[in-house]
C-alpha cells in the first residue's frame, strides 16, 4: 500500500489491511498483476470454450438441477445474465454499508486470484462501485450458504447489468439511472461471468469479518468494564496475576489476566486490605472466561483469513494445468462452524457481565441494594439487571449452532447446505446485545464506584470514567433508565481505548 491507495490482487488481504481500507476510506486500483492473471485464465476460457466436445458445467450448461442442460455458444452471456437476474432474490432487512462495501472488496479480491474467469473490465466495474460509494441494496436474508451465498450476491452484482437498485449519495436509485450518470454502459457478461459472481462465500464472509472486528473491540471493551466492576465491588487481584495464568498457559487467559493489571495498575482500591478470601466467580474467572472468548476470536479470524484469500466461486480454472474442475469451495462449512462457536463465545461475554451487574446490586461489600443514593423513594439500579438478563436470554437463543441445519435445494443436487450466513448474520444480533449488556454493567459499575470515594482506582479507570460522568452523571434520585442506558451504550461504542 501507498498513499491512500490499495491495489487489490498485489498480496493477501489481512485483518490490519481491511481495518485500514475502511478506517481510511482506501481507493482500491487493480494491481497490475491481478490484470495479467484475470486476462491470462479469460483467454484460456474463450478458447476452451470454442474447442471443448465435452460439457463444461455452468459455462456450456445450465445450473444446478439443470446441469445437464447444454446451452448454445450464442447465448452462453445470455444464459449468465439470466443467471444473475433470476438469483438476485435477497429478502429482508437491507445489509449495513460497511458489509457491503466488503462484499465488493473480497468478491474483486477473489476475482484477481485469476481461477474465476471473468474479464477485467468486471472486477474493475465492482471497484469503481467500490471507489464511488455505489452500494447495490442487498437484504440480509436468502443464502443456505452452500453454492456460495446466491441470492445476495446476484443482489450485489444485478446492477453491474444496469438491473436492481443501488443506495448512493444517500438516495435509492436505480442502477440503470446511476450507470448513466456516470457514463458507463451495463457489463455485457461473458460465459461463466455470472456464475463467478454468484458463487463464493463473501456474504458470510463480509458478515463474519465486520462481525470479528467488533468483536476484537468489544472483547477489550468487557476487559475494561469488567476492571471497573472488580474494582468497585473490592475484588481481589490476585486471580490475574501472572504466575497463576502460566500454570494454565492458554493464550487469551494469560493476554487477560496481563490487560487487567495494566488497566488496575496505580488503584488504591485493588491494593487496599481484604476481608474477603474469594470472590464470586463472576470476578474471580474473567481470566478464564473472558480468555476464552478471546482464544475463539483469533481462532475465527485465522480462519476467516484464509478464506477471504480464498477462490470459492465454481467450477474452477487452472489454465496451467488446461483444467477446468467443477467442485465445491463454494460451500460455506469451513466458516459456518467458526461462526457458530463465536457466537457462544460472544454471548458469554454477556453471561458473565449480567452476573457481575448482578453482584454490584445485591447490597455486598458495604454497597447499597440496587446502588441506590438515597433509598425509600427510589429504586435505584434495580430494573437495569433485568434488561440484561433478558438480553443474555435472548443470546442464548442465538446460540444455535446454525450450521448444524440443513434443507434439501436445487431438485436435490445441492443435498447438504452449511447454512453459514444465518450463523454470520446472527452474530450482529448478539453483537448488538453484548453492547448493551456491557453498557448496564458499566453504568453499574461507575454508580458503585461513586460509594468508594474519597478513594481512586487506577489512572486508566478513572480518565475513562471522567468522559463517562461528562455523559452520564451519578444517580442520586431515580430517573428514565434508558436514555442512561443509551448514553452509556454510545459512550462504549466511541470511547477511545488507549491500553
Not at 166 to 173: A, E, I, L, Q, S
Request: net charge neutral.
Amino acid at each position: 500500500m501507498k498513499s491512500n491507495i490499495y491495489r487489490v490482487g498485489s498480496g493477501k488481504l489481512t485483518f490490519a489491511i481491511i481495518e485500514k481500507i475502511l478506517k481510511d476510506k482506501m481507493t482500491l486500483e487493480l494491481a497490475p498483476q491481478a490484470k495479467q492473471r484475470i486476462q491470462k485464465c479469460r483467454d484460456y476460457l474463450d478458447k476452451k470454450t470454442r474447442e471443448s466436445k465435452e460439457p463444461l458445467y455452468g459455462i456450456t450448461t445450465g445450473f444446478g438441477s439443470l446441469c445437464n442442460k447444454s446451452i448454445s455458444f450464442d447465448e452462453l452471456g445470455r444464459l449468465q445474465e439470466n443467471l444473475i437476474k433470476s438469483h438476485s432474490c435477497s429478502v429482508g432487512e437491507e445489509i449495513r454499508p460497511e458489509i457491503i462495501k466488503l462484499m465488493l472488496l473480497f468478491k474483486a479480491h477473489a476475482l484477481s486470484l485469476g481461477h474465476s474467469g471473468v474479464q477485467v473490465g468486471t472486477v474493475e466495474r465492482i471497484i469503481d462501485f467500490f471507489n464511488n460509494d455505489i452500494l447495490p441494496v442487498v437484504y440480509d436474508r436468502g443464502s443456505l450458504g452452500a453454492s456460495g451465498d446466491l441470492a445476495p450476491l446476484a443482489n450485489l452484482f444485478v446492477p453491474l447489468i444496469g438491473e436492481g437498485d443501488v443506495n448512493y449519495k444517500g438516495k435509492r436509485r436505480t442502477a440503470k439511472d446511476v450507470l448513466e450518470e456516470f457514463g458507463w454502459k451495463p457489463i455485457k457478461l461473458m460465459s461463466k461471468e455470472g456464475l463467478a459472481l454468484l458463487n463464493g462465500t463473501q456474504f458470510m464472509s463480509a458478515n463474519g469479518v465486520f462481525a470479528v472486528l467488533n468483536a476484537f473491540r468489544i472483547s477489550k471493551t468487557a476487559d475494561l468494564i469488567g476492571a471497573i466492576s472488580l474494582d468497585a465491588y473490592d475484588g481481589r487481584i490476585e486471580p490475574f496475576m501472572d504466575c497463576i495464568q502460566q500454570m494454565r498457559p492458554h493464550r487469551g487467559q494469560i493476554e487477560t489476566g496481563e490487560r487487567f493489571r495494566k488497566i488496575l495498575k496505580g488503584s488504591k482500591l485493588i491494593i487496599q486490605h481484604k476481608v474477603h478470601v474469594q470472590d464470586p466467580y463472576s470476578f474471580r474467572c474473567m481470566p478464564q472466561v473472558h480468555g476464552a472468548a478471546k482464544d475463539a476470536i483469533h481462532y475465527v479470524a485465522s480462519v476467516l483469513e484464509t478464506e477471504i484469500n480464498s477462490v470459492t466461486d465454481n467450477p474452477t480454472i487452472f489454465p496451467e494445468k488446461d483444467m477446468i474442475i467443477s467442485g465445491g469451495n463454494f460451500h460455506g462449512e469451513p466458516i459456518a462452524i467458526p461462526f457458530d462457536y463465536l457466537a457462544i463465545a460472544l454471548a458469554e461475554l454477556g453471561d458473565i457481565s449480567e452476573r457481575r451487574t448482578a453482584q454490584l446490586i445485591l447490597g455486598l461489600r458495604d454497597l447499597p441494594e440496587f446502588l441506590v443514593a438515597n433509598p425509600g423513594l427510589n429504586s435505584g439500579l434495580m430494573i437495569p439487571q433485568y434488561a440484561a438478563a433478558s438480553m443474555v436470554s435472548q443470546n442464548k437463543m442465538y446460540c444455535f449452532a446454525a450450521s448444524s441445519d440443513s434443507i434439501v435445494s436445487s431438485n436435490g443436487q445441492e443435498d447438504m447446505v452449511s447454512m453459514g450466513a444465518n450463523a454470520a448474520t446472527k452474530l450482529h444480533k448478539i453483537i448488538d446485545n453484548l453492547e448493551r449488556i456491557l453498557g448496564i454493567e458499566l453504568l453499574n459499575a461507575a454508580q458503585a464506584m461513586e460509594f468508594r470515594r474519597p478513594l481512586k482506582s487506577s489512572p486508566i479507570i478513572e480518565n475513562y470514567l471522567s468522559g463517562y460522568r461528562k455523559q452520564v452523571a451519578f444517580i442520586r434520585d431515580d430517573v428514565v433508565m434508558y436514555k442512561q442506558i443509551n448514553k452509556t451504550v454510545d459512550y462504549l461504542k466511541a470511547a477511545e481505548l488507549n491500553f
